[in-house]
């Protein structure tokens, strides 16, 4: 299961981290992605990583502003967020995805696992 962490409220232009982690099987193998959100919107896919950590995807929405790790090591999956803003505000989810090698920007119609969500709030 995918373990995701992190969230929390912070005023715009703040940062936050969060957290991803996998418990038992390793996540050397998957590409791994973060999906957010937000009240009364669609699922938006934010980011995304190769399973090696030698490609990145960012939505248009976060590029700049958001950074996506990796530490196979420890089988953790990190999102580092800056300049947060308001329109930020949303449940984000950890998940994994199948058919490593492939385009980041596939990710979307590859993911095998999600974990449960984690609220970022962001205040105006």
């Known amino acids: 299961q995918l373990q995701a962490s992190g969230g929390g409220l912070v005023q715009a232009g703040g940062s936050l981290t969060l957290f991803c982690a996998r418990s038992?099987?390793?996540?050397?193998?998957?590409?791994m992605g973060w999906f957010r959100q937000a009240p009364g919107k669609e699922r938006e896919f934010v980011t995304g990583i190769s399973w090696n950590g030698g490609s990145t995807y960012y939505a248009d929405s976060v590029k700049g502003r958001f950074t996506i790790s990796r530490d196979n090591a420890k089988n953790t999956v990190n999102l580092q967020m800056f300049s947060l803003k308001p329109e930020d505000t949303a449940v984000y989810y950890c998940?994994?995805?199948?058919?490593?090698?492939?385009?980041?920007?596939?990710?979307?119609?590859?993911?095998?696992?999600w974990g449960q969500g984690t609220l970022v709030t962001v205040s105006s």
């Open positions: 038992g099987r390793t996540l050397n193998v998957y590409d």
């Open positions: 998940v994994a995805a199948r058919g490593s090698g492939q385009a980041l920007d596939t990710l979307p119609r590859r993911v095998q696992y």
